[in-house]
């Protein structure tokens, strides 16, 4: 018999089945209890200091009863509490990034998978480092400054040492005006070397979706190859951590196990790290299971419907407030729209999920051969950028946070000082503006300087104003870029 100890490091007993349980059937059981979900949105509910906002959080047994009810009423509360604890946290900014695929070689067998090795329909592929920089190439003259690299897990054909060469080389490639500033990483989890050798890479964040945290669920979805292994793949974050790694990155790969579950098991992750080493997770993403090469999402019985999702969503950001909520391509304009409004700060943007998908191709040119899963998202980062502002949101290139050693804690109390508007504001306004200048078409740039204009009212520091606006000048007279505070 294993206890629930979120100060474990080990998964059977941070990600204790038993307490879940506890947690669906407390959560149930309390899901029309109004006194009960009216202290818990009180505690929810962000509220003002002198020298920011502070939001308590919520617990896994708290945030679960949120979850569970269904009165549309507490559901609006919700929303309304997530969306103000997203404008006081990160204020409308949205920042952005793609995703760049490496190789689809994978000796996993991860049942929903495209990659998986028994698929032989896909054709099998790993860019040179020659690819590489043009695939950074394509993807600086859209505009792009922080990338997510992606790989399938092979010893042989993408070992560490091929993953740290195309991280050298991504940062390595200066395109007209173009660089990138950040590279994430999401690949297979490895060993605490491994993870020391990523960091000392110059990696953002270290992103690895647990894809379930239900553990027969897992072994089953996962039958074959190093990835079978649940206890390994869930104490992953743990080794990054101890590998130097702060910045983290969760997720779970929704409609392959009952929600519920996996929500609880991805609060219970978070809380893991934050009493095990100080720092919760700098991300969560929320991938929902997608159609793709050899994969039928409705052969899977766990799909969840769009306002579903929005709850989940909704639920996450109210729980942990310092954390950034991640939304990709694989959602369409719509719920993305939506979801804006519910607590997503970070959004992809002209998404390739093909290896070698972005050099070569117009914007309307897309491959399709070695994808992963369907984009649904299909518009270009211009498009995208100019949606965000034409619905109030700051599209930001920032990097300035983890170059600046703001990473793990250090971000987390930037956040808690409300020093985002002295910070992170003109930080969004500067990036933009590099973009309006290098990238946007002339509509986009309309729209986006008009913004600029606005939005630098809103810098509460007579001197950060000065600055970021000394700067912005800088930017459209000269070839002068990379402004931070
Ligand atoms: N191989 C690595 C691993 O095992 O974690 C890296 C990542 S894989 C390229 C990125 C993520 O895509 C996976 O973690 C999974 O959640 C997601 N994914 C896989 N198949 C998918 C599908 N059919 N629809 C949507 N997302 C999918």
Not at 98 to 117: I, T
Not at 243 to 257: A, S
Not at 372 to 380: A, P
């Amino acid at each position: 018999m294993t206890t629930y100890n979120p100060r474990s490091l080990k998964a059977e007993e941070f990600i204790h089945d038993g307490e879940i349980r506890d947690t669906l059937a407390y959560a149930e059981a309390n899901k029309n209890n109004r006194e009960l979900i009216d202290a818990i949105l009180e505690k929810a509910r962000p509220k003002k200091t002198e020298t920011g906002f502070v939001s308590a959080g919520l617990n896994h047994r708290e945030a679960s009863v949120l979850l569970a009810c269904e009165d549309p009423e507490v559901i609006e509360r919700i929303y309304k509490i997530a969306e103000e604890i997203k404008l006081a946290y990160y204020g409308n900014r949205i920042v952005l990034f793609a995703p760049l695929y490496l190789s689809n070689y994978c000796v996993n067998g991860c049942v929903y998978c495209p990659y998986h090795l028994k698929n032989k329909t896909i054709p099998r592929k790993k860019l040179t480092q020659e690819e590489v920089r043009r695939e950074v190439i394509a993807l600086q003259d859209m505009g792009h400054k922080r990338l997510a690299i992606e790989s399938g897990e092979d010893p042989v054909n993408s070992p560490i040492e091929y993953i740290l060469e195309c991280i050298k080389t991504i940062y390595s490639v200066h395109h007209k005006n173009g660089d990138i500033r950040r590279v994430n990483v999401n690949i297979a989890a490895t060993t605490v070397e491994n993870y020391r050798k990523l960091k000392d890479a110059g990696i953002g964040t270290y992103i690895l979706f647990q894809e379930t945290y239900h553990k027969e669920s897992y072994l089953k979805l996962h039958p074959t190859g190093p990835k079978h292994d649940y206890d390994y793949h869930t104490e992953a974050m743990d080794r990054a951590m101890q590998g130097g790694i702060d910045d983290v990155g969760l997720g779970v790969l929704f409609g392959l196990e009952l929600y519920k579950y996996e929500f609880a098991g991805l609060l219970m992750h978070a809380e893991h790290l934050e009493a095990a080493h100080g720092v919760g997770p700098h991300t969560i993403s929320v991938p929902r299971l997608k159609r793709a090469d050899d994969i039928d999402p409705d052969e899977f019985d766990n799909g969840i419907s769009d306002d579903i999702f929005a709850k989940i969503i909704a639920c996450i950001r109210i729980a942990v407030p310092y954390t950034g909520i991640i939304i990709s391509t694989r959602e369409n304009e719509a719920v993305r729209s939506r979801a804006l409004h519910l607590g997503v700060s970070q959004v992809s943007g002209g998404s390739r999920t093909s290896v070698g998908g972005y050099a070569g191709y117009s914007p309307e040119e897309r491959p399709h051969d070695t994808e992963q899963f369907d984009v649904s998202d299909q518009r270009s980062l211009d498009e995208v950028v100019r949606w965000l502002m034409e619905n109030g949101h700051i599209p930001s290139f920032c990097t300035a946070c983890y170059r600046e050693g703001r990473t793990g804690d250090r971000f987390m109390s930037l956040c808690k000082t409300g020093q985002i508007l002295n910070c992170c504001h003109p930080n969004a306004l500067m990036t933009l503006s590099e973009y309006l200048e290098d990238y946007a078409s002339p509509e986009t740039k309309d729209v986006g300087y008009r913004m600029v204009e606005k939005e630098l009212d809103r810098i509460p520091k007579e001197k950060v104003r000065q600055i970021a606006e000394d700067n912005i000048a800088a930017i459209k007279a000269s070839n002068r870029r990379d402004f931070r505070f």
